[in-house]
């Protein structure tokens, strides 16, 4: 086997962080220009849900949670040939950083939020965005305007990931989300930081499908918020030595 699908070969900094705390951020994933292009591209897809040319099913997806499911582009009258390269982008970049990986396009969406019905609650992907079946997975979150001022990111629980690989996942009924309340949070992370990641477009925030996280709450906010959620299966030998880690990290103190 090739010596690249070795964990010797992942970033050392991104291997430390994600192992230890669950995410990490990288700047500049997407140069500015290209966070700009995919954008334009997403910008179509609302307008043709907007003004009811988009799929009935992909128009109820945007009115109920604002989603773009990554492979069902076409149901808003976007050739996938126009996201193909950016999907390959984000693939070759993510294992530059985490070790070969493999994109996984039917659980990759794209989410619209401009009001507070699309705020999503505590929660994880694992049960969330059912993506145990991807494990080791990794949800590479790219926003495409600037976040954590007047428009919302994304707020996380350094470490969380770690006692949540711990607990059963949750199994709501289809359609419901898996989210958990605020209450259950703050119980059971009283000693644990929060990170609300400032990033401009094209930065990436990384985390593992176990590491808790929601929308970051704002009483108002000014625009619209346009992100990517790209998730990558870790292969080959990064994947066993990823669920090495993560056994070996449940030894060491809480962060």
Request: net charge neutral; proline share 6%.
């Amino acid at each position: 086997m090739s010596s690249t699908f070795g964990w010797a070969k992942i970033s050392p900094r991104m291997n430390s962080e994600l192992q230890a705390k669950g995410v990490a951020i990288v700047r500049r994933l997407l140069s500015g220009a290209e966070a700009a292009s995919l954008k334009g591209l997403l910008e179509r897809a609302y307008a043709a849900a907007d003004n009811g040319t988009a799929h009935v099913d992909a128009q109820e997806c945007v009115r109920a949670w604002g989603g773009v499911n990554v492979h069902l582009i076409e149901q808003f009258g976007i050739d996938e040939q126009e996201l193909t390269p950016f999907l390959r982008m984000i693939e070759t970049r993510a294992t530059k950083e985490v070790g070969p990986s493999k994109l996984i396009p039917n659980i990759c969406v794209f989410r619209r939020h401009r009001e507070g019905r699309t705020h999503v609650p505590w929660h994880i992907d694992a049960d969330g965005a059912g993506t145990m079946s991807y494990d080791p997975c990794v949800n590479i979150w790219i926003p495409l305007v600037s976040v954590g001022r007047s428009l919302p990111s994304l707020e996380v629980i350094p470490g969380s990931h770690i006692f949540m690989r711990g607990l059963p996942l949750l199994n709501p009924p289809s359609g419901s989300g898996a989210g958990r309340s605020d209450e259950w949070v703050d119980q059971n992370f009283v000693h644990h930081d929060r990170l609300v990641a400032q990033l401009e477009p094209g930065d990436a925030l990384m985390f593992d499908h176990y590491t808790l996280h929601r929308t970051q709450p704002m009483d108002s906010t000014f625009g619209t918020r346009i992100s990517g959620e790209f998730r990558v299966q870790l292969v080959c030998r990064t994947a066993l030595a990823w669920r090495f880690l993560t056994r070996l990290s449940r030894l060491l103190p809480p962060l």
